[in-house]
């Protein structure tokens, strides 16, 4: 995959789930990542990775609340998800041109989850 290339992650090793279980993710806890347009760029990235891997959009929403001042932490998360990618690279959804498509939906909310504005 190109943007694991890109992002210096080809090396890596593949993980089974995108975000650690009962992970709690702070917008001022750790030191502020130095080259905050990478982080950007990953998580850009990833935004259009959803399209076609709509499995990643849960982890890739909460990583995109921190583009504005990424921390450590939230690019150690980021590079969670590559890592992730790497481990479902054979996996997506193809969208045919001719097909009749249907799109269901399904949420689970999880109030006051979020410590930093309970939502």
Known sequence: ?????????TG???ISIPLEQ???L????????EDTTMYRRIV???IYMTITRPYLSY??????????TPRKPHLDVVRHILRYIKHTLQCGIFYEAKS???VHGYT?????GNDSDRR
């Open 1 to 9: 995959m190109n943007k694991l290339t890109e992002y210096g992650m």
């Open 12 to 14: 890596c090793k593949p």
């Open 22 to 24: 009962n992970v709690k």
């Open 26 to 33: 702070s917008a001022d806890e750790g030191n502020l990542v």
């Open 44 to 46: 850009g990235s990833l």
């Open 59 to 68: 982890a890739v929403g909460v990583m995109s609340q921190f583009m504005q």
């Open 100 to 102: 009749q498509l249907q």
């Open 108 to 112: 689970d909310a999880d109030w006051a």
